[in-house]
């Protein structure tokens, strides 16, 4: 709890550390009582310091107590040293020393999941980002990477499986029934990368055989009950392995890669060195429990965590400024991954959804930062999708303007260059560069300035002069604390379609005999005007292809360019943009007048997408999606909820009708009579069936009825049956829904993983009854407080994606909000200040609404003793 006000630390005072450490011994003693744990530091005055400082500051939080302290193995006396709340000072230290630390903490009662706590009888560690600490004192920065050795010590029937980082190397038997395993981790590394895990599980292994031909032991630990679920995982690490080997050259150090799996766990996954530790959810995967979406989202964590070894382990960030250092890579890294082993165009369509829809509201909110943010009160608080995704996005700039094998030379000269080193972004950029000539300076804004940028396209044509101009404005918007943005560089892929469809040559010059018909122009000034010649018509333009960079983009679409692009672009992204478009256009024209027809152009575009067989499914399945609320409440400048909700809602249920048969037809030839596979093919096809199933359950369709509800019974596959579930929830036949509900949670109510999706249809249905239902789902037996999935799959769902709920005219989604994050600031203020996100963007709403969200977040700023994690939230919310 804080007990004062909380600081903002800055990038611009980072100093090296004043000591390093060379390396750690440690031991602990578990017991159920508590923990022990016992350090012994090697350490040293840093030679690029110059501080001279005799002192030396360890950092420290929640330590239950200091049993010890020791000075070169002489105990130190009170007044050599002073510990407080969040430090340990010791006066006088040598140039070179070894410390001993003895702490003493109860992870039993660790509520907020960072440092040693215990999950389902468990012991585990999260130390990223600022974790260890919670454990004993210690030099909390990545700066600071040391070699560990590790010893555990514990009760042998509780916990016959011990592990750490690194390799085992000594194990034996102690009295009482005890017994300890000793670990080795010959790679230094920073502390928010160490790991233990200790408890009564399964173990699964496998090996992988790397390019110079060494074995790795591959092992997953999981409880008993789990121990079905961890052959998709397995295959997906080994599949990773061998793409990291093939398209960046990076091969596994360790002799030992383990994964383990435990279900109370803040974030997704955790990439500490060879003993991943991930949440429950994203890692356990069976056919009858898991859908497509979870496979395949497996499939990309476990790659990324992998991923991670190179870059974030071998090379790490010199400081938290610098997270998107390893997390905009590695999130690129299994982009790429996942691009390889599915569809491309599905994947890119996957990502910029989540960009546009979340990242973009993020980086024009109150909590806006730049991929390298300036300052921060709270760490955690800065795990972002700005970090990630927007990050992910400035690497796959960089990526397009090199070209592949350019950006490889950079990526090589980056490992290479920075192996075992803390570094920094401009160190990735300043490797592209030096590898390529390139010159990135103006680029590198991508990291200073935050906001997205927007860029007016307006185009002209010149019959006579057969010349066709293109003339493209950016603008970045103000965020907290910036001004007057510079503009950026920004890749720009397009391409003309003439009037067949046809791919015209980008003719850049009259004289272009080898005009492409794809090109990247590069945005370097406030506006810029290309010239295309040799055009004998007006050509449609095909604008951000791929989308190729992290932008939005204004250009006058009419309707009938918008359909045309929706059949005809041969980029396919551009191709589903253009679908998406030309619906946000037809539902925000009903947002005002009540009874305007839909138009029927877009029933004839959908129509023409579910007859033509010959279409990529994969695409057709994305492309039938509507636009979600979120993403049109995005979109708009003051969102009137209920009315977004109900034009969609009406566009919806006027193309149901009229597209019924061909819906059903739809379903009926994406029936797969095989068994199941999470095949690229297979899963559009269920993915497709879904959709069609979801869309006559919506105009209550009495064949949709008798077909969800036998395909509810009969599947073999949880994405079937969810979808099943779901079509029923969101439909008027309350009677099957009530009966599927509860027939689906009799037969899985013993699998969290399962009951967590239970939760999550309900709660993010707009027809299951609102805030009355959220509260009679958090009475539930299996709603768990202290497990973070569930107040995600109950309340988070319910804030962020049951919008009409959230947003109901009196308010009282927001007051709920609010009162659960208040009630969960205490015990876990890291789900608490993500709980909190919903309300932040208050500004956008019209004042109905946004005094009300105002208020709630008042009342949390208001809580006495709040967490420094949900402060900083609330306090640069109401700034
Ligand atoms: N570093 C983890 C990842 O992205 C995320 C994480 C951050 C997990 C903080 C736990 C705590 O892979
Ligand atoms: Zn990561």
């Known amino acids: 709890m804080r007990t004062s006000q909380p600081q903002t630390i800055y990038l611009k005072d980072y100093r090296a550390p004043v000591f390093l450490v060379d390396h750690v011994d440690m031991r602990f003693e578990l017991f159920e009582s508590g923990a022990r744990v016992h350090s012994v530091l090697s350490m040293r005055r840093n030679p690029d310091s110059d501080s001279a400082d005799k002192s030396l500051e360890l950092d420290g939080d929640s330590l239950t107590r200091l049993e010890s302290v020791s000075l070169d193995g002489n105990p130190l006396e009170q007044d050599a040293y002073e510990d407080s709340i969040d430090k340990l000072v010791i006066h006088q230290v040598p140039d070179r020393f070894e410390l001993g630390v003895v702490t003493w903490i109860e992870p039993q009662n660790n509520t907020r999941l960072e440092g040693l706590y215990k999950s389902s009888g468990m012991f585990c560690t999260q130390c990223e980002a600022e974790g260890f600490r919670c454990i004993t004192y210690f030099p909390d920065r990545p700066d600071v990477m040391a070699r560990f050795r590790t010893r555990i010590e514990a009760d042998k029937t509780l916990f016959p499986i011990l592990l750490s980082n690194g390799n085992d190397v000594e194990k034996g038997d102690l009295e009482d029934g005890r017994h300890f395993v000793t670990w080795e981790d010959p790679f230094p590394k920073p502390c928010y990368l160490f790991a233990l895990v200790a408890g009564d599980l399964v173990e699964k292994r496998d090996s992988f055989n790397t390019m110079s031909g060494r074995d790795i032991d591959l092992r997953m630990y999981v409880e008993p009950r789990n121990s079905e679920k961890c052959d998709h995982a397995m295959e997906s690490l080994k599949r990773a392995m061998r793409w990291d080997e093939e398209v960046y050259g990076r091969e596994y150090d360790l002799d030992i890669f383990m994964i383990v799996a435990v279900d109370d766990f803040n974030m997704g996954a955790m990439e500490n060195k060879g003993l991943n530790i991930f949440n429950s959810s994203c890692v356990l995967a069976s056919q009858e429990t898991a859908t497509d979406l979870a ?226 122009l590069e945005l370097t000034e406030t506006s810029h005007t290309f010239e ?127 597209l019924r048969d061909e819906l059903l037809a739809c379903y009926h030839r994406n029936t797969i009579a095989g068994s199941y596979e999470v095949t690229p093919e297979s899963v559009a096809r269920r993915s497709l069936r879904n959709t069609a199933l979801a869309w006559l359950l919506h105009i209550d369709d009495e064949e949709g009825r008798a077909l969800a509800t036998s395909q509810f019974a009969d599947a073999d596959n949880m994405t079937d049956r969810l979808g099943a579930l779901r079509a029923l929830v969101n439909s008027g036949y309350e009677q099957e829904r009530e009966q599927a509900l509860t027939s689906f949670y009799e037969r899985w109510k013993s699998d969290p993983q399962v009951v967590e999706q239970w939760f999550s249809v309900q709660s993010g249905s707009s027809r299951t009854g609102g805030l009355r239902k959220i509260h009679e789902l958090m009475e539930h037996p299996t709603f768990d407080w202290k497990n973070p999935n569930k107040i995600r799959s109950v309340i988070g769902v319910f804030a962020g994606q049951n919008l009409p709920a959230f947003h109901e005219e009196e308010g009282s989604g927001y007051r709920f909000l609010a009162e659960q994050v208040r009630r969960l600031d205490d015990s876990n203020p890291q789900i608490a200040a993500r709980l909190v996100s919903p309300l932040t963007r208050w500004r956008k709403f019209a004042p109905v609404h946004g005094d009300q969200m105002r208020m709630a977040l008042e009342s949390i700023r208001d809580k006495s003793g709040l967490s420094r994690d949900v402060y900083e939230v609330v306090h640069k919310s109401l700034a």
């Open 295 to 520: 496979f395949q989202r497996i499939e990309s964590i476990v790659a990324h965590e992998y991923f991670h070894n190179w870059s974030g382990n071998r090379v790490t960030c010199r400081d938290w400024f610098q997270l998107s250092l390893k997390e905009g890579f590695t999130v690129f890294r299994d982009s790429q991954f996942s691009a390889d082993m599915g569809s491309p165009t599905v994947k890119r369509i996957e990502d910029a959804t989540m960009l546009r829809t979340a990242q973009f509201a993020e980086d024009s909110g109150p909590m806006a930062h730049p991929v390298r943010p300036e300052s921060y009160m709270e760490i955690t608080n800065f795990y972002t999708l700005t970090i990630y995704e927007k990050g992910c996005e400035v690497v796959r700039m960089i990526r397009t303007l090199l070209g592949a094998d350019m950006f490889r030379k950079g990526s090589d000269l980056y490992f290479e260059r920075h192996d075992g080193q803390a570094v920094t972004t401009d160190d990735f950029v300043r490797a592209m560069e030096d590898a390529t000539g390139r010159d990135l300076s103006q680029f590198r804004l991508w990291y200073e300035q935050a906001g997205t940028p927007e860029l007016t396209v307006r185009d002209q044509y010149d019959e006579a002069a057969g010349i066709y101009r293109l003339t493209i404005d950016q603008a970045i918007p103000d965020t907290p604390g910036q001004t007057n943005k510079k503009p950026q560089h920004i890749p720009f892929a397009v391409g003309l379609l003439g009037a067949e469809g046809e791919s015209l040559p980008l003719k850049l010059a009259v004289d272009d005999v080898e005009a492409p018909v794809d090109r990247v």
């Open 532 to 658: 295309f010649h040799g055009l004998s018509e007006r050509p449609t333009p095909s604008l951000l292809r791929d989308f190729s960079a992290p932008v939005r983009v204004f250009y006058p679409w009419t309707r009938e360019q918008l359909t045309f692009l929706m059949s005809h672009d041969p980029d396919g992204f551009n191709r589903w943009d253009a679908g998406q478009r030309l619906a946000v256009d037809v539902i925000s024209s009903l947002l005002g007048a009540g009874s305007e027809a839909v138009d029927p152009g877009l029933i004839k575009a959908y129509r023409a997408l579910l007859a033509d067989s010959s279409l990529d499914q994969a695409l057709v399945a994305k492309m039938l999606q509507l636009p979600s609320e979120a993403y049109l409440i995005e979109l708009a400048e003051k969102p009137n909820v209920p009315a977004i909700h109900k034009a969609r809602e009406r566009v919806l249920e006027h193309m149901a009708r009229a």
